[in-house]
């Protein structure tokens, strides 16, 4: 019982930080471009959030395993609604570009520390179940966002959005202050203080593998999130159609992760990385022969299905190597893959954008796609994902 309230608290915990997040994803684009930002300023805009948390999960995940996750969820939930009225006051390209690293900062200290609590509470052999069910929690709130943020936009205005940005994770901070519990083991311990190095789990060669195709692969994750709505609206799509998409792509991406989360377990994790990754590069190549809303929607469709058959996989992997060398540091080294890939993303693209069309935009993403998929499977040739850290040469140190 004590796990599954655990497990419920952190589950909405997230949800309501990626519902707001998603109010904004479709918005920001358009209101950065009314602010006369140039493609590589959008480059910078979007860079700067994920720069922050590239600079900061790794720290802060530490610290996590040392001292304690509770605490760490709260401030960070606090901070981030008090940063989101930020946005209303921005008035120019170098302001919304602070006020998204200093969200960055108080993001860092949110969703990577949840997963970590939710990769401690996962029993063994069970972590791609635990891992996707979470995850459904995760992009459905994400999903909802944009459809929510597009709403209120044309309703009330961009300003709307932001307020209820800042309201919803306002009220998550309470629910994790006030329910959510002490990290102890739930066999009424407390967790062991040993943990290795990040020198020593990267010694791991699955490790380096996946950190690797996370990283790629949010190169193309960055550039359709951060360009498609700019895209879609040199056509004609509003931007309540574009939350739409958005939504029905993480719709999807969030409710396949408790089938995909349940095989991961049961069978070989690199075929659900296999052809996940495969069905999210051809996704990303065949944008730019759409211009419609409906074949938009339906390639949205087919790059969430994609993500979500590789998601669970490489976060049950990066589970079990948590449990063994400590799971805010594996964590943290999980999402700092993502977070580079998701700073360097937004400024090529915007380059891309700039100077040859922003078409171009996602034929790179599709080509980085697949670079990691190959680059991953090179690093992992010969290694059971069931049992990944069968490495002598990694010792933890007390």
Same mark, same amino acid.
């Given at each position: 019982?004590?796990?599954?309230?655990?497990?419920?608290?952190?589950?909405?915990?997230?949800?309501?930080?990626?519902?707001?997040?998603?109010?904004?994803?479709?918005?920001?684009?358009?209101?950065?471009?009314?602010?006369?930002?140039?493609?590589?300023?959008?480059?910078?805009?979007?860079?700067?959030?994920?720069?922050?948390?590239?600079?900061?999960?790794?720290?802060?995940?530490?610290?996590?395993?040392?001292?304690?996750?509770?605490? /760490?969820?709260?401030?960070?939930?606090?901070?981030?609604?008090?940063?989101?009225?930020?946005?209303?006051?921005?008035?120019? #390209?170098?302001?919304?570009?602070?006020?998204?690293?200093?969200?960055?900062?108080?993001?860092?200290?949110?969703?990577?520390?949840?997963?970590?609590?939710?990769?401690?509470?996962?029993?063994?052999? #069970?972590?791609?179940?635990?891992?996707?069910?979470?995850?459904?929690?995760?992009?459905?709130?994400?999903?909802?966002?944009?459809?929510?943020?597009?709403?209120?936009?044309?309703?009330?205005?961009?300003?709307?959005?932001?307020?209820?940005?800042?309201? !919803?994770?306002?009220?998550?901070?309470?629910?994790?202050?006030?329910?959510?519990?002490? #990290?102890?083991?739930?066999?009424?311990?407390?967790?062991?203080?040993?943990?290795?190095?990040?020198?020593? /789990?990267?010694?791991?060669?699955?490790?380096?593998?996946?950190?690797?195709?996370?990283?790629?692969?949010?190169?193309?994750?960055?550039?359709?999130?951060?360009?498609?709505?700019?895209?879609?609206?040199?056509?004609?799509?509003?931007?309540?159609?574009?939350?739409?998409?958005?939504?029905?792509? /993480?719709?999807?991406?969030?409710?396949?992760?408790?089938?995909?989360?349940?095989?991961?377990?049961?069978?070989?994790?690199?075929?659900?990385?296999?052809?996940?990754?495969?069905?999210? !590069?051809?996704?990303?190549?065949?944008?730019?022969?759409?211009?419609?809303?409906?074949?938009?929607?339906?390639?949205?469709?087919?790059?969430?299905?994609?993500?979500?058959?590789?998601?669970?996989?490489?976060?049950?992997?990066?589970?079990?190597?948590?449990?063994?060398?400590?799971?805010?540091?594996?964590?943290?080294?999980?999402?700092?893959?993502?977070?580079?890939?998701?700073?360097?993303?937004?400024?090529?693209?915007?380059?891309?954008?700039?100077?040859?069309?922003?078409?171009?935009?996602?034929?790179?993403?599709?080509?980085?796609?697949?670079?990691?998929?190959?680059?991953?499977?090179?690093?992992?040739?010969?290694?059971?994902?069931?049992?990944?850290?069968?490495?002598?040469?990694?010792?933890?140190?007390?």
């Amino acid at each position: 019982m004590f796990k599954k309230r655990t497990f419920f608290v952190l589950s909405l915990a997230a949800f309501g930080v990626m519902l707001g997040m998603g109010i904004i994803a479709p918005l920001m684009p358009l209101y950065a471009k009314n602010m006369g930002a140039s493609g590589l300023w959008l480059g910078i805009i979007f860079g700067s959030y994920s720069l922050s948390r590239l600079l900061f999960v790794p720290l802060i995940g530490k610290i996590s395993d040392r001292k304690g996750r509770k605490k /760490i969820i709260a401030l960070g939930l606090l901070m981030y609604s008090v940063f989101s009225l930020g946005y209303v006051f921005a008035t120019n #390209e170098f302001l919304l570009s602070l006020v998204r690293f200093f969200q960055g900062f108080a993001s860092a200290m949110t969703l990577p520390i949840i997963m970590a609590f939710i990769g401690d509470i996962s029993p063994k052999g #069970e972590e791609g179940r635990y891992m996707g069910n979470f995850n459904v929690s995760r992009f459905v709130g994400l999903g909802l966002g944009p459809l929510l943020g597009g709403v209120l936009n044309d309703a009330y205005g961009i300003d709307a959005a932001f307020y209820a940005l800042s309201g !919803i994770t306002g009220l998550v901070f309470f629910l994790a202050l006030f329910f959510l519990p002490e #990290e102890v083991s739930f066999t009424g311990k407390h967790k062991p203080s040993k943990q290795a190095s990040f020198k020593e /789990i990267l010694q791991l060669k699955v490790m380096r593998g996946l950190l690797t195709f996370r990283f790629v692969s949010a190169l193309g994750r960055g550039s359709l999130l951060s360009f498609l709505s700019i895209y879609a609206f040199s056509f004609g799509i509003t931007p309540s159609q574009v939350g739409i998409m958005l939504t029905v792509n /993480i719709l999807f991406l969030s409710f396949l992760q408790i089938p995909f989360g349940k095989m991961a377990d049961k069978i070989s994790k690199d075929k659900l990385i296999l052809v996940g990754g495969l069905l999210s !590069i051809l996704s990303l190549v065949l944008i730019p022969q759409t211009g419609n809303f409906i074949l938009l929607l339906m390639l949205n469709i087919l790059w969430g299905t994609g993500r979500a058959m590789g998601i669970p996989a490489t976060s049950a992997i990066n589970t079990i190597i948590g449990k063994k060398y400590g799971m805010g540091s594996s964590t943290s080294l999980f999402m700092t893959a993502l977070y580079a890939g998701m700073v360097i993303s937004p400024l090529i693209s915007g380059l891309l954008m700039q100077t040859i069309g922003i078409v171009y935009i996602f034929y790179f993403a599709g080509l980085a796609t697949a670079a990691g998929l190959l680059i991953f499977f090179l690093q992992v040739k010969g290694i059971d994902l069931n049992n990944p850290t069968q490495n002598p040469t990694v010792k933890v140190l007390p």
